[in-house]
């Protein structure tokens, strides 16, 4: 396997839905980017991992999770129907705002050779943020297509991206256009 990128989708299931309103628009606006996004990327070879919020319960599995949501219906419903896994891509469960405390993540990249993470989901101002910084600081490429992420408001949002890219000098076009340079290595 050469090295690479590593699509991760963060946060995108959860049976409690989106709390209504806006974050629960932009979470379906944002999965229906990232599905694209997901198929054009699994076509240069770019493998999935999905972290999720375990919610507190430690005999949970990611499988049953998805399958929980998928049931659910509403926004919940939608988002686990559109990014349900496919053969082939990995998860991993995580306690707490990034995917990798206290995750196997860190390893599961290093396995996968990934050089840059292409970075999706839920909330761009909290667990996308904690994440980014992880992954800047283990010197890993960052892209965050600006319209794969959500929050519970659009500022937030913005300001979220605006900081990765200042700070941790994150791509966030979006996912639309032309894919960066260092996830295609």
């Known amino acids: 396997m050469r090295p690479g990128a590593v699509l991760l989708l963060l946060d995108f299931f959860n049976p409690r839905g989106f709390e209504g309103g806006t974050l629960s628009r932009a979470t379906v606006r944002a999965a229906v980017r990232t599905a694209k996004l997901k198929a054009r990327l699994r076509t240069l070879g770019v493998p999935a991992v999905y972290a999720n919020d375990n919610f507190g319960r ?76 992880d992954a800047y600081l283990r010197q890993l490429g960052l892209w965050v297509p600006s319209d794969c992420v959500a929050s519970t408001a659009p500022a937030h949002t913005r300001a979220a991206l605006a900081h990765m890219h200042r700070v941790l000098k994150a791509s966030i076009a979006p996912s639309t256009a032309t894919v960066p340079a260092f996830v295609r290595k």
């Open 58 to 133: 430690w005999e949970s599995e990611f499988a049953a999770l998805v399958q929980q949501c998928q049931n659910a219906g509403g926004d919940a419903g939608r988002v686990a129907q559109l990014l349900a896994p496919q053969r082939g891509d990995r998860s991993v469960l995580k306690p707490r705002h990034s995917a990798f405390y206290e995750t196997p993540l860190e390893y599961l990249l290093e396995t996968l050779r990934a050089k840059a993470i292409v970075l999706t989901g839920v909330s761009a101002d909290s667990c996308i943020m904690f994440t980014a910084h």
